[in-house]
């Protein structure tokens, strides 16, 4: 068995920074060519699009907001068209928290943009992906975190729950597209430092708090949520489906 992804074909949603920059760099080290999806972020898409293509893969920017079905829906498109109608690996990476909020203070509006964003998303693109991922089966890998099992900090209730919510929508699909030799597993970070969410979420005193309660005694890092990925992607992970690694450090253990 080997970790050799030559000649696979993958999109990584959200892949111009943080975890999911970690992960496409990752995939195209491993042999894969790679499309990276990017919201708002097309510098840092395409810094690691110039990465890939330095590897000597293929690979493409594509762009679209995950809050809107017609933009998954396009960005999905340009995707099989770059790959000549045939996806091997899919990662949904792409979420937010949004803000914090208190469920007393918190408004509707919130509320769905944050279920939205991370599970309407994760369910819309594997939606448009999956046609193009049956002819040679393939594999989907959804981000959840770990904040779906200890509810999340303060104000973090409403993305706790949508990252809970991946989890049983992971476990489900997985049944679904097992006939097609599609597997569909799901990684859940703790805190991966380095990353724009949680310098954005997240005070210094917060951070270094965090590192102070994990076993491991160390922050994450994106390249430790991508080992994992390839471990679903490769061989090495060809009879597991449905399934939930967690990436934390000792943080939560099941």
Same mark, same amino acid.
């Given at each position: @068995? @080997?970790?050799?992804?030559?000649?696979?074909? =993958?999109?990584?949603?959200?892949?111009?920074?943080?975890? &999911?920059?970690?992960?496409? *760099?990752? *995939? =195209? %080290?491993?042999?894969?060519? #790679?499309?990276?999806?990017?919201?708002?972020? =097309?510098?840092? =898409?395409? %810094? #690691?699009?110039?990465?890939?293509?330095?590897?000597?893969?293929?690979?493409?920017? +594509?762009? &679209?907001? +995950?809050?809107?079905?017609?933009e998954i829906e396009t960005f999905v498109k340009q995707t099989a068209d770059f790959f000549n109608q045939r996806i091997d690996i899919l990662v949904n990476n792409a979420?937010? @928290?949004?803000?914090?909020?208190?469920?007393?203070?918190?408004?509707?509006? *919130?509320?769905?943009? #944050?279920?939205?964003?991370? +599970?309407t998303s994760t369910f819309l693109v594997s939606k448009f992906m999956i046609p193009f991922m049956k002819s040679s089966g393939g594999r989907i890998v959804n981000m959840s975190s770990l904040a779906a099992h200890n509810g999340g900090g303060p104000g973090a209730s409403a993305y706790s729950a949508s990252k809970a919510a991946v989890i049983a929508f992971s476990k489900g699909l997985a049944k679904e597209l097992a006939p097609h030799s599609i597997s569909v597993n799901n990684v859940a970070p703790g805190f991966i430092g380095n990353t724009p969410f949680h310098d954005t979420f997240n005070t210094k005193e917060g951070r270094e708090n965090a590192v102070k309660g994990i076993p491991l005694q160390r922050a994450g890092v994106p390249e430790d949520v991508a080992g994992a990925v390839l471990y679903f992607v490769s061989d090495l992970g060809s009879f597991i489906t449905g399934e939930t690694i967690e990436i934390n450090g000792g943080a939560f253990m099941r």
């Open positions: @068995m @080997m970790l050799d992804l030559k000649g696979k074909k =993958a999109l990584v949603t959200g892949g111009g920074t943080g975890i &999911g920059r970690g992960i496409a *760099l990752a *995939l =195209a %080290e491993a042999g894969s060519d #790679v499309v990276v999806h990017y919201g708002k972020n =097309a510098a840092g =898409a395409e %810094e #690691v699009v110039n990465e890939i293509k330095n590897m000597g893969r293929q690979s493409l920017a +594509v762009q &679209g907001d +995950v809050l809107k079905r017609e979420g937010h @928290m949004v803000e914090r909020s208190s469920v007393e203070e918190m408004s509707e509006e *919130l509320w769905h943009k #944050v279920i939205d964003v991370n +599970v």
